[in-house]
């Protein structure tokens, strides 16, 4: 399918400015993504979630690992440190852009 400019309209944080980490976790196995608003991985690397999407692209997460941000799909991320119980919900931003 093709991909809007947006994945969904509303998203979790842990703060208004979704710059507290929300959870860490280990990635199940490498990924890929299909562009470069994604964030690649290799199996067993530390993932870090600064927010989640809901609606209709719920299976997305945005972190990163290293100095790379981007989406994933949260099905790939085993989360082993939650870091804020606290969940805000919030309208997205235009999505990431590749240049």
């Known amino acids: 399918p093709e991909l809007g400019r947006r994945f969904a309209?509303?998203?979790?944080?842990?703060?208004?400015?979704?710059?507290?980490l929300m959870c860490?976790?280990?990635a199940m196995r490498d990924f890929k993504g299909p562009d470069c608003r994604f964030v690649n991985f290799?199996?067993?690397?530390?993932?870090?979630?600064?927010?989640?999407l809901i609606g209709d692209s719920t299976e997305l997460w945005?972190?990163?690992?290293?100095s790379d941000f981007g989406y994933f799909p949260?099905?790939?991320?085993?989360?082993?440190?939650?870091?804020?119980n606290?969940?805000?919900?919030l309208p997205t931003d235009v999505s990431?852009?590749?240049s």
């Not at 290799?42 to 989640?52: L, M, N, Q, R």
């Not at 945005?62 to 290293?66: N, Q, T, W, Y």
């Not at 949260?74 to 939650?82: A, G, M, P, R």
């Not at 606290?86 to 919900?89: D, N, P």
């Open 9 to 20: 309209e509303r998203k979790r944080c842990a703060d208004l400015e979704c710059s507290m």
């Open 24 to 26: 860490r976790g280990k």
């Open 42 to 52: 290799k199996k067993g690397e530390a993932v870090y979630v600064y927010y989640k």
């Open 62 to 66: 945005a972190g990163s690992v290293g």
């Open 74 to 84: 949260k099905d790939l991320l085993e989360v082993n440190h939650n870091y804020s």
């Open 86 to 89: 606290e969940e805000l919900e």
């Open 96 to 98: 990431l852009t590749c």
